[in-house]
């Protein structure tokens, strides 16, 4: 059994983990991070299947993104751009494939002016909506009441509009039915990215990606923290009182004086605290849950679409895979899609067997790009619900009237325990530059408590 005291322990070595522990060490404080996994990363990882570099969980950076950006010069890592030459693709409730270029879905005119109508509201809703604190917003309660769907249906009777208006923050984002969260929350995912249109330009969004690997973030903090960092190490207890933290691994035992829990919420309850969470906590961890999303990596021998002219830029809220790029690797002859398919569309498909699943998501993406799509060389799904550690994808987000019920108490220390995880963030919510503002955060209040 090793035995360590140190300043803080840290629960967790994803992006918001690491980033506070490297900070607390710059303040002079001692670290241990315990880690459940084998690895560092947490939501991170990039891996070579037969042959293929592939991003498992986060890649891209978008330019709003600049607690991200900061830490990736820092580390002095490469970007590149994400390509995107010639025309995307949409298609329609008719299942045609039409050309576009420019932001706005090739929908007929009165789709168009409802869709931009709408977008002109959200876009002002947003600009009034702190995303640190969206709860504080004079029609905060009233705009959790109601769901994102209902709200967009009663905007417009045109569904193909809502349709496209719904999935930015729906399948794209939270990775929910857009039933199943409210207006207020949909409206913290825009804010979180500057604005709705913001999400919704996949240009800004989907930006920019790391040579060789956005998982190079977390591996090189860790790289810093050397044998502060304990791999294998799934905190199973963490006794807590006004003298200190002792958090117990089935090999380890850290005491400590303060403890940052750096991981999705929803696993807060792996944990047995001792006393138990006061029961606000204990309510309100209920009402976060996991998006549920199949990233889908699919590898050719060559980017064929670009051929066609295509970007390799698709989407479509009437498809299984109701978005998709072209995700080849820098320097790489190879050519990558990525593609998406989201909450009830994937529960669908995880009913189906592998073979069955494999097949229905390459005729899908066969809509877009044409046969040819349909026979990758390397076929992968990253399926982030089996993962016993993070447990879906992307991220957590309240149910219905939970923002504003309990938001606010979402990052509120429990005596020596402190919290950070992308999925409490505001600017960069379910991001990996949310998590590292919330590193950044935590370590600073910790740092605060120390010093006083
Ligand atoms: P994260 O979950 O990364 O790390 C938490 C760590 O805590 C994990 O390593 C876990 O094992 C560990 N842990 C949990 N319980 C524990 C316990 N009891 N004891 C010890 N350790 C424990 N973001 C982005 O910016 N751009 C993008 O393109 C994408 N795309 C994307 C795709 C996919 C498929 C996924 C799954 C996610 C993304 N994201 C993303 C989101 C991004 O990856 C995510 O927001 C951050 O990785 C979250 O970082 P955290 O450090 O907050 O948690």
């Known amino acids: 059994m090793t035995e360590l005291t140190r300043d803080v322990v840290i629960v967790g070595a994803g992006p918001a983990g690491l980033t506070a522990a490297n900070e607390l060490k710059k303040a002079g404080l001692s670290v241990a991070v315990l880690e459940a996994r084998d690895r560092v990363g947490g939501r991170l990882w990039t891996d070579t299947i037969e042959g293929a570099m592939l991003e498992i969980g986060g890649q891209w950076v978008s330019p709003d993104q600049d607690a991200l950006q900061e830490t990736i010069a820092e580390l002095g890592l490469e970007t590149y751009d994400r390509y995107r030459e010639g025309d995307s693709v949409y298609i329609g409730p008719d299942g045609v494939a039409t050309r576009f270029t420019g932001e706005q879905f090739p929908v007929a005119p009165e789709t168009e002016r409802v869709i931009a109508e709408v977008t002109a509201r959200l876009d002002a809703m947003v600009a009034e909506i ?60 825009a804010a979180s990215a500057g604005s709705y249109s913001n999400l919704v330009d996949a240009d800004f969004i989907l930006d920019k990606r790391v040579v060789g690997g956005l998982q190079q973030v977390p ?65 309100l961890h209920q009402h976060l849950s996991m998006g549920f999303v199949i990233k889908v990596h699919a590898v050719y021998d060559r980017p064929f679409w670009r051929e066609q002219g295509l970007s390799g830029t698709a989407f ?68 982030w619900g089996s993962e016993e550690w993070t447990r879906g994808a992307y991220a957590a987000s309240f149910d219905l009237g939970g923002l504003a019920r309990y938001g606010a108490d979402l990052r509120t220390p429990v005596g020596p325990i402190h919290f950070a995880c992308s999925d409490m963030a505001g600017a960069g919510y379910q991001h990996v530059d949310g998590a590292i503002r919330m590193g950044r955060f935590a370590a600073a209040n910790i740092i605060g408590q120390a010093r006083a």
């Open 130 to 189: 702190d995303p640190d604190r969206p709860w504080e917003h004079e029609n905060a309660a009233e705009w959790d009441t109601i769901s994102w769907e209902a709200w967009l249906r009663g905007q417009t009777d045109d569904d193909e509009a809502v349709r496209n208006l719904a999935f930015p923050t729906g399948s794209a984002m939270l990775t929910k039915p857009a039933h199943a969260f409210s207006l207020l929350q949909s409206l913290l995912m």
């Open 219 to 283: 591996l090189l903090l860790a790289e810093r923290l050397g044998d502060d960092v304990l791999l294998g190490r799934p905190v199973r207890t963490l006794a807590w009182g006004d003298d200190g933290v002792t958090a117990t691994t089935d090999a380890a035992t850290v005491r400590a004086r303060y403890a940052l829990l750096a991981h999705a919420p929803i696993l807060y309850s792996r944990i047995q605290f001792v006393p138990a969470l006061p029961r606000r906590q204990h309510q």
């Open 316 to 383: 479509s809220p009437y498809e299984l895979s109701h978005e998709a790029y072209d995700n080849t690797n820098h320097g790489d002859e190879r050519g990558t899609l990525v593609g998406f398919v989201s909450d009830r569309n994937a529960d669908d498909v995880f009913r189906l067997s592998a073979h069955e699943r494999k097949a229905r998501i390459l005729d899908s993406l066969s809509h877009y790009y044409g046969p040819e799509a349909r026979n990758p060389i390397v076929y992968y799904e990253s399926d």
